[in-house]
């Protein structure tokens, strides 16, 4: 079976196609971007911009909580919408993937998380930049295990990443207080420890 036998996959709206100009009249909806996704696939909501469209857009451009979004470039990062995400405006740069059969969305980022060796190799274009279609995502050969052992296998990746943004965090405040330690001792303001 392929993935689009477990979910519904669309593109996102090519944004050029309905921007409104200067002076129209317009739709102003909030737009994700390729700044909003990290590396880590989590969505940033600090840097969102609205988008003006000609028209009312379509629903099925918008998240909705539970969708996975992929980007079709390099670095190729999944990311689960969750209901603070709700409501915001997919450009074409991502796949919505939205499950239509009993699939865990935790599961599924997990198993395209680990799928992106193979979008590098397979990307169009002769660059690191080069990109997938959400056509070709569609047709990737998929069988999930059971409903139970996704929502197990989905519970791990996510404690996986959170114990990664701890450490994260952990490194950024041990360097500033080494950084901190380092000044004092320099400026002769007191012991190095």
Known sequence: MNLDEYAVIRTGLVLSRKE???GENCQIYPALS??????????????????SAVEQLKEEYFTREGDVLLRLSASY?????????????????????????????RYLRWWLANKRKWFYKVASGGTMMGTISSGYVAQMPFEPPSL??????????????????????????????????????????GDVI
């Open 20 to 22: 409104a100009q200067p």
């Open 34 to 51: 390729l700044k909003n996704i990290t590396e880590e696939g989590q969505v940033l909501l600090t840097e969102i911009e609205n988008y």
């Open 77 to 105: 990062t999944a990311v689960i919408i969750t209901k603070k995400e709700c409501g915001l405006l997919v450009p074409s740069h991502f796949a919505i993937i939205r499950g239509k059969k009993m699939i865990d969305p």
């Open 148 to 189: 139970e052992k996704q929502r197990r296998i989905g519970e791990m990746f996510e404690l996986l990443d959170r114990e990664r943004q701890l450490l994260s965090s952990l490194a950024v405040k041990k360097k500033q207080l080494i950084n901190k330690v380092l000044i004092n001792f320099v400026n002769d303001k």
